[in-house]
């Protein structure tokens, strides 16, 4: 490992996780290293553009060039390049948002998000981070990896973000098994009160699971009275669809035949 | 406390939630959907129609029917959590005509647990909870060392407005303002600021029922004269 690497990574999630601007004196804190160490990091860092300093204060902040590196990240995903025009057509048929997400560690990270299409206002959640266990998109590829994978994430942490989210790992095992066996996954207020989702897992030429599409909104929509059927066929077509873009065979994706 | 002094708390959080509408709505705008004063507003209009339809009712009812009338009328996380929690208050008032401080803080302690039964949020998660848990916990405070009614609703009021102060700078664990991870940091959070209105609003009842008992006393002292 280069350690001065580390450290200025370490001081990008600093900036990252704070409001406020920092100074070198508090950054050095929050990092553990010398203040000449962290201002030449600072130097070098602002020299590409990662961060910023404020003029007035002489406070840190990130910078521009890695808004650039985000977008890069999310224009070179294959998975968030396909799903494009499926999310769309997702949103505008069920009347409701769709999240496309991939797992990344014990949580689902969303590379798309296509807002309800009623003109009301919604917070982008492009690279937010949901643990698997709590959401439909998480518990959708979960069901379909390999046993190994599956049983190295059942036996991690499960917090509980509400009071209905499953913690327990007979819980989670029965709940992927009606993953598969219905070709969808539903979550039921188990992230956040109030708010539902209904997802199918993408998978890839080999057939392994790459990711999930879904709805997530109010629970009164999506699971009327149970999960609503015509959600459920689209979110499946749709899963359909752009797996098959991605590669999948007719027969080699698992939820393929529901 | 009667039934009138709860229709007329009620009654105060309604008008507040109508002149906060906007500012809930800006501070949910940050880290939300931007529907929580208008979620709010609405559900406290439709209580308030449900409210001036019941007849006479005791104190616990009004707050079932609060309850019930936010959990139907409600959308997003606001409805079960706000309904579930004047809904465990009025089970824990049962069918008394009035009750006093002590009762009053039993209530309190249901639609906390309630809360957080079904938001399973602890302090510090940049929620309702934490106006909701620091108000509690200082009117009972204010109780057992001596306080009255008054000054134990002024000591909630205080604490559920400091807590809700205090959510600024958390980054939220709980709710859709913790998809956005350290973004959330830096605003505050508009559930802690629904529920220490309602503090607000608990104190000013309050207030004007002392007042108001003062005065129909002093009459009644009067006209016996």
């Known amino acids: ?258 | 406390m009667d039934a009138a002094c709860v229709r007329s708390w009620l009654g105060g959080v309604a008008a507040r939630l109508e002149a906060e509408r906007d500012f809930l709505t800006q501070l949910d705008a940050a880290i939300g959907d931007a529907d929580h004063g208008i979620n709010m507003h609405r559900g406290f209009a439709a209580v308030m129609r449900k409210l001036a339809a019941v007849g006479p009712a005791t104190p616990g009812q009004l707050l079932r029917v609060t309850g019930r009338t936010f959990v139907s009328t409600v959308g997003g996380a606001a409805g079960p959590l706000y309904g579930t929690a004047f809904l465990q208050a009025g089970e824990t008032l049962g069918d008394e005509g009035s009750f006093g401080p002590r009762r009053l803080l039993e209530a309190l302690r249901a639609s906390l647990d309630g809360v957080q039964r079904v938001g399973a949020a602890s302090e510090g998660d940049k929620t309702m909870v934490d106006a909701l848990a620091p108000g509690l916990a200082a009117y009972e405070l204010e109780l057992r060392t001596g306080g009255s009614l008054e000054t134990a609703v002024r000591a909630g009021r205080e604490a559920a407005a400091e807590g809700t102060r205090a959510t600024v700078p958390m980054q939220a664990r709980k709710g859709r303002a913790s998809y956005l991870g350290p973004r959330s940091v830096g605003h505050q959070d508009p559930g802690a600021t629904s529920t220490a209105l309602m503090f607000a609003a608990l104190e000013q009842a309050v207030l004007a029922d002392r007042s108001q008992r003062f005065a129909t006393g002093s009459r009644t002292r009067a006209s016996r004269r």
């Open chain 1, 1 to 258: 490992m280069i350690q001065s690497v580390g450290r200025a990574a370490r001081i990008l999630k600093a900036l990252g996780s704070e409001s406020a601007r920092l100074g070198v004196t508090e950054l050095a804190e929050r990092v553990g290293l010398a203040k000449a160490t962290v201002y030449g990091l600072l130097r070098t860092l602002e020299a590409h553009q990662f961060v910023q300093q404020d003029l007035e204060t002489g406070k840190y902040r990130l910078g521009p060039a890695l808004l650039q590196l985000g977008n890069a990240f999310l224009d070179h995903h294959e998975l968030r390049a396909r799903s494009l025009l499926w999310a769309d057509a997702l949103a505008a048929r069920a009347r409701e948002a769709v999240h496309v997400g991939v797992l990344y560690g014990p949580n689902v990270l969303l590379v798309h998000h296509v807002f309800r299409p009623d003109h009301s206002v919604q917070i982008l959640l492009v690279g937010a981070s949901i643990p698997w266990h709590a959401c439909a998109l998480g518990k959708a590829i979960v069901a379909y990896l390999e046993p190994a994978q599956r049983r190295e994430l059942l036996a991690g942490p499960l917090p509980r973000l509400t009071g209905r989210t499953l913690t327990t790992r007979q819980a989670l095992l029965s709940e992927l098994d009606r993953v598969v066996a219905g070709g969808v996954a539903v979550e039921d207020q188990e992230a956040i009160v109030g708010e539902a989702g209904l997802a199918a897992p993408l998978f890839d030429n080999r057939g392994a699971v790459v990711g999930a599409i879904g709805l997530a909104g109010p629970v009164e929509h999506l699971l009327p009275d149970g999960p609503a059927a015509e959600a459920v066929a689209a979110v499946k077509q749709a899963a359909r669809g752009l797996s098959r873009e991605l590669g999948a065979g007719r027969l080699s994706a698992p939820g393929a035949g529901a």
